[in-house]
């Protein structure tokens, strides 16, 4: 299962876990079941049209997934999916 | 100083959704990740400065000390800011204006860039916070001066930049004692790992969960351009762009001092300067989007604007659109060529930041998008020292005799033949 990092204002959601393992084909898959596993988590993430919001940036392993092909990239069982806030440096 | 009893920097506030966050060391909204910025009591500043107070002050950035993030006397940088504003009138002749300046912080204190006033602002606070370690991502000013504030303040720093950055950029923070770590990929790479190191180690990044303090330390370019003009705004300001928050934050400033009393509301335009080979802000502006698209690969000599995901890239074209301003970019070519314009007209030389500015000035004037007869003042903000191989060779070389007189006028004649 693919590892999923947890950026630290969303913590408090996933019982202060760092990384949790989630199952999905595609990273919109994995968005859907995070948040099942721990509910919220979602609407943090993704803004109401479904769009991942403009200060969330997720990275499959190291590439941006919006160079990627952004909801639809493929996720493989050894991937690390990384949810960073966006806002950052300069 | 401030009333403990009232202060005037309250909360930090998110942008997005204006929920209220207490004055720690975070940086985004729990809710929507909005980034947290510093809010004021603007009507008790109103009525605690004007003019006068400002004045009597020392000449140095806080004097504006009021408008700052943090809560007692700086302790970090007290002697940042207030570098010259210069009147360019053989630049304005070469660029066919008529009232140029140069807001010069190519002779900012201590390291020589704009970037000395954010971290003043940024290890002041880490300081209020108890942090005693500090450390950034960075393109290359902004390593130079947290390692040089840490190391006159005795705090331990971390600088993180892009392993291939110019070497006087890299020497410029080695010689501090400071720890430097050079990443192998672009600066967006190294932002996103300060990201991940500040979620999980008590350290302060300027520009990571120290940033709503350290982002408002740019004000004082605006406040202090307003000023030196005889308290007036100027009507364009042309700022260079890496993740846009220089540019925000004179927006910012300039609208403040309205809101204090410092000023007279009065019409200004803000316009973004950019590379071409890093233009995600000004395409954006340029195609009438929001989105700002990241760019994947800077290709570009101008790297200490190479930042492919700028973090206020949004909030920068909204603040250009708000005043009316434009954004433009230019070929490396042009920068260079940028660089010596300023440098032979003004004697100012300038890092290839201050390059993107002046050719970007140059276009925008050219294609009369700035008007020729308004005042302008061009945001130069570091030293041609620090990114000397940019320039190496491309502005002649010297001419080599012996010492012998018959010699040089040999030479003397040979020039005046040519």
């Known amino acids: ?90 | 100083m401030s009333d403990p009893n009232r202060p005037f920097f309250s909360n930090l506030k998110c942008r997005e959704c204006g929920r209220l966050y207490p004055k720690e060391a975070i940086h985004i909204c729990e809710f929507d990740f909005g980034p947290l910025e510093a809010a004021y009591d603007y009507a008790a500043i109103r009525q605690s400065i004007n003019r006068a107070t400002v004045e009597s002050r020392p000449r140095t950035m806080w004097r504006y000390r009021e408008l700052l993030p943090i809560d007692g006397a700086p302790t970090v940088g007290a002697q940042v800011g207030f570098t010259p504003l210069v009147r360019a009138d053989r630049l304005a002749s070469a660029l066919g204006v008529d009232e140029l300046y140069i807001k010069n912080d190519t002779v900012n204190y201590p390291t020589l860039s704009f970037k000395d006033r954010v971290v003043s602002v940024a290890l002041s606070r880490a300081r209020e916070l108890g942090f005693e370690v500090v450390a950034c991502a960075s393109t290359g000013n902004l390593a130079n001066s947290v390692a040089a504030n840490a190391a006159s303040a005795g705090l331990k720093s971390y600088v993180l930049i892009p392993a291939d950055l110019e070497q006087s950029k890299v020497l410029g923070s080695l010689v501090y004692g400071t720890e430097v770590i050079g990443i192998h990929g672009p600066y967006d790479q190294v932002n996103r790992l300060c990201s991940e190191i500040a979620g999980k180690y008590g350290w302060g990044f300027v520009n990571v969960n120290l940033r709503p303090y350290y982002a408002e330390g740019s004000k004082t370019q605006g406040f202090e351009i307003a000023e030196q003009l005889g308290w007036r705004l100027p009507r364009h300001t042309v700022v260079p762009m890496a993740s846009g928050s220089l540019l925000t934050k004179i927006h910012k400033a300039y609208k403040e001092l309205a809101e204090v009393g410092l000023l007279d509301e009065q019409p200004f335009s803000v316009h973004g300067a950019q590379a071409a080979g890093c233009s995600p802000i000004s395409t954006a502006l340029k195609r009438g989007v929001d989105i700002v698209k990241p760019v994947s690969k800077p290709d570009t000599i101008v790297k200490s604007l190479a930042i492919g995901t700028p973090a206020d890239g949004y909030y920068a074209i909204r603040a250009m659109k708000e005043t009316g301003g434009h954004a433009e970019d230019c070929t490396d070519e042009e920068v260079i060529a940028g660089i010596r314009l300023l440098a032979e007209h003004e004697g100012i030389f300038a890092e290839t930041a201050g390059g993107v500015t002046v050719a970007c000035a140059k276009k925008l004037i050219e294609s009369g998008l700035i008007p020729r007869n308004e005042s302008i003042v061009l945001s130069i903000t570091g030293h041609g020292l620090k990114t000397s191989e940019a320039v190496a060779g491309k502005c002649g070389e010297p001419q080599l005799i012996n010492p012998s007189l018959r010699e040089f006028e040999a030479l003397l004649a040979a020039e005046a033949a040519a």
């Open chain 1, 1 to 90: 299962m693919p590892d999923i990092r947890i950026p630290a204002p969303l913590r408090k959601l996933t019982a202060d876990q760092e990384v949790v393992k989630i199952d999905g084909a595609t990273v919109g898959e994995i968005l859907t079941n995070l948040d099942a596993a721990y509910p919220g988590l979602g609407e943090r993430i993704c803004d109401e049209s479904g769009q991942v919001r403009r200060f969330v940036n997720i990275f499959l392993n190291d590439e941006d997934i919006r160079f990627l092909q952004e909801k639809e990239t493929p996720v493989k069982e050894t991937d690390e999916l990384s949810i960073v806030p966006a806002i950052a440096g300069g």
